[in-house]
């Protein structure tokens, strides 16, 4: 059964960084796109960045370019989100989710093929106060 987990969200202050994990099990991290998403109350799911394994490419949302930076360490089955800079817009439930062998570019995973993304985690939640 392949599970997602998130982790690292939490209260910080304008200006303010943490780091988001998302750890995966039961999944072959050999070949794969994973993304964080983010869901504002009120507003539309958002691709914030999409790694894909097999060459790294990788896609930002114009919100966070610049001061998200998404990484993947294959050995322990983890991609992390470093967000730098945070804003009160950034509050938001962030979820971790991922495809297997991926066929698309991360700019479509993160944006209209979200629904192609297979595993989805329950999500973490940062809040950022101003």
């Known amino acids: 059964e392949v599970q997602l987990v998130e982790s690292g969200g939490g209260l910080v202050q304008a200006g303010g960084s943490l780091r988001l994990s998302c750890a995966a099990s039961?999944?072959?991290?050999?070949?794969?796109?994973i993304g964080w998403f983010r869901q504002a109350p009120g507003k539309e799911r958002e691709g914030a960045s999409c790694?894909?394994?097999?060459?790294?490419?990788?896609y930002y949302a114009d919100s966070v370019k610049g001061r998200f930076t998404i990484s993947s360490d294959n050995a322990k089955n983890t991609v992390y989100l470093q967000m730098n800079s945070l804003k009160p817009e950034d509050t938001a439930v962030y979820y971790c989710?991922?495809?297997?062998?991926?066929?698309?570019?991360?700019?479509?995973?993160?944006?209209?093929?979200?629904?192609?993304?297979?595993?989805w985690g329950k999500g973490t939640l940062v809040t950022v106060s101003s």
């Open positions: 989710a991922a495809v297997a062998r991926p066929v698309y570019r991360t700019s479509y995973y993160c944006g209209r093929g979200y629904s192609l993304m297979k595993y």
């Open positions: 039961g999944f072959t991290f050999d070949d794969y796109a």
């Open positions: 790694i894909r394994s097999r060459d790294s490419n990788t």
